[in-house]
């Protein structure tokens, strides 16, 4: 028991140093990326200096996204497969992508009130992100109030694969109200509308960001380990 | 001369602070759970039950 | 099929039963319901908005709110007696097991909703006759959607802590579309409007039913079996 338990937490012991090299890495890839977008990009005519903090906010976006997906995959594949890593996968993610959306959901009426003029407007995609955090705190709440790891595992991930399906009629329903957000400008059928030294920004900016994505899961994918260590270690004594 | 550019670099500044101050700190925030929850598992190798001291179980962080 | 829809009228008549023969949970959210529009009609400012402009957002929320408090209600009774053990352990499918729960919750939630539209319109003075029909398909639309996604959340709920946070936390981002879509639909009745007007929303209230209902169906065994 001692022996298996050991290992399992120097495992996670290792993970965790990797998670944290990663994030390191990403936060110094954040740090040229500054340097990229207030130096080397221009400034937008129109919108001003302001229109940078699209640089932030739509990777931050974008990692948001891909976070909240891949908890409604795994949430599916667990009911299917039980298999614990898949959980402490589905809860990772769902932690790191709150945090993303903390700094979408920062950044974007920052960005929004020089720009449109308010700081919140009740648009399709805002509303759409909004109900996103709301939904993944409570199923951050529910995690934390069950005790049982097996029964907390199959309940969020009913939340996660119900999550998943809400998302389209979230968006079909405050979409049917005018909407206000700008349309995608890099991911439409047609040619990307940016100019080069605009793309380029913002593509090594969504890289980092999900450089940053990788490292941050692996962290707290890590601590889930070392969180079972623990407890076990707390049973067997 | 194009139209007139708006000043609005304050709002730019906020924003460049505000996000890598909200990942730096959950990062870092992270970081000190791990570091935690190393510390109590290398207790118990010494076959005593360590407690924290207030005596409160983990709620929220961690699950 | 048909035993599976005898078995589930079985477990929401046992519900029925048992909620009838009390009384007091159906009443409390009776009242609370009825509280909620009485507090609504001061909330709002007489000489800025007519209370007929407000009316359909103050019927949902009042709806919304209710039908949370009888959800809240519907386990925690089965854990306080234990029922839902004994329930599992009787050799029930699950699909009906769910079938029964929801529709015992959408007669209670649905008994709540009736009574509280006519104080409705007696405290907010909207002439209902017209649109009274439609009312009553919308109201049934919407309520089938959120009760189902209710019904599993609520048998989750009172297996944690603070049982009685979790559930509108994990509900309400469930419930905004159906809201959403019958606010539209019931301002679009009580004006007039012709159905055409109407038609999209139905059929997203219809389709959020078929899914969610289908989906909750197929998880609930996820939820109940250890």
Request: hydrophobic share 55%; aromatic share 10%; net charge positive.
């Amino acid at each position: 028991m001692t022996g298996s338990g050991s290992a399992a937490s120097s495992a996670a012991r290792a993970l965790a140093r990797r998670g944290l090299r990663i994030s390191l890495a990403a936060l110094l890839g954040l740090a040229g990326v500054y340097v990229l977008a207030l130096r080397f990009t221009p400034v937008e005519l129109r919108q001003g200096p302001a229109q940078k903090i699209f640089y932030l906010h739509v990777p931050a976006a974008w990692s948001a996204l891909i976070a909240f997906s891949l908890v409604g995959v795994t949430s599916a594949l667990y009911l299917w497969l039980h298999d614990p890593r898949l959980d402490r996968f589905a809860a990772s993610s769902a932690e790191v992508g709150v945090a993303f959306s903390a700094v979408m959901l920062t950044t974007g009426p920052i960005w929004a009130k020089p720009i449109w003029g308010t700081w919140w407007t009740w648009d399709a995609r805002l509303t759409l992100t909004l109900f996103l955090f709301f939904l993944f705190i409570g199923y951050l709440a529910l995690r934390a109030s069950v005790h049982d790891p097996e029964e907390r595992a199959r309940f969020s991930a009913v939340v996660g694969i119900l999550g998943m399906l809400l998302v389209p009629f979230i968006h079909l329903s405050v979409y049917l109200f005018r909407t206000l957000h700008p349309q995608p400008v890099v991911l439409k059928p047609s040619a990307p509308s940016l100019p080069p030294e605009m793309l380029r920004t913002l593509l090594l900016s969504t890289a980092v960001f999900t450089l940053l994505y990788v490292g941050l899961v692996t962290l707290r994918y890590a601590l889930a380990l070392a969180e079972e260590a623990r407890d076990e270690a707390a049973d067997a004594a | 001369m194009p139209p007139e550019t708006p000043h609005n670099v304050g709002y730019l500044v906020a924003a460049y602070v505000v996000a890598p101050v909200i990942l730096a700190g959950y990062l870092t925030a992270l970081w000190g759970r791990v570091r935690r929850a190393e510390g109590r598992t290398e207790g118990r190798k010494d076959g005593r039950t360590e407690r924290r001291k207030d005596g409160r179980v983990d709620g929220l962080e961690g699950r | 099929m048909a035993e599976s829809l005898r078995l589930a009228l079985a477990v929401a008549g046992k519900d029925i039963r048992a909620e009838l023969r009390s009384r007091t949970a159906l009443l409390s959210a009776v009242v609370f319901a009825a509280l909620v529009l009485v507090v609504f009609n001061f909330a709002r400012d007489p000489t800025a908005l007519a209370a007929t402009d407000l009316a359909p957002s103050v019927l949902w929320v009042t709806f919304a709110l209710a039908a949370m408090v009888a959800l809240n209600r519907a386990f925690t009774i089965e854990r306080e007696h234990g029922a839902l053990d004994g329930l599992l352990l009787a050799p029930l499918p699950r699909g009906a097991l769910f079938a029964g729960k929801l529709l015992a919750n959408l007669a209670f939630v649905g008994t709540v909703e009736a009574v509280t539209l006519p104080l409705f319109v007696l405290f907010f003075n909207v002439d209902l006759w017209r649109a009274l029909p439609g009312l009553i398909g919308v109201t049934a639309l919407a309520t089938i959607g959120f009760v189902s996604v209710g019904t599993i959340f609520s048998a989750m709920a009172v297996r944690t802590r603070f049982a009685e946070l979790m559930l509108p936390v994990l509900l309400l981002p469930f419930m905004v579309p159906p809201l959403i879509g019958a606010v539209q639909v019931t301002s679009r009745l009580l004006a007039g409007r012709p159905l055409s007007e109407m038609l999209g929303w139905l059929r997203l209230l219809a389709l959020y039913d078929v899914v969610f209902v289908t989906l909750c169906t197929m998880t609930f065994s996820a939820v109940v079996d250890e």
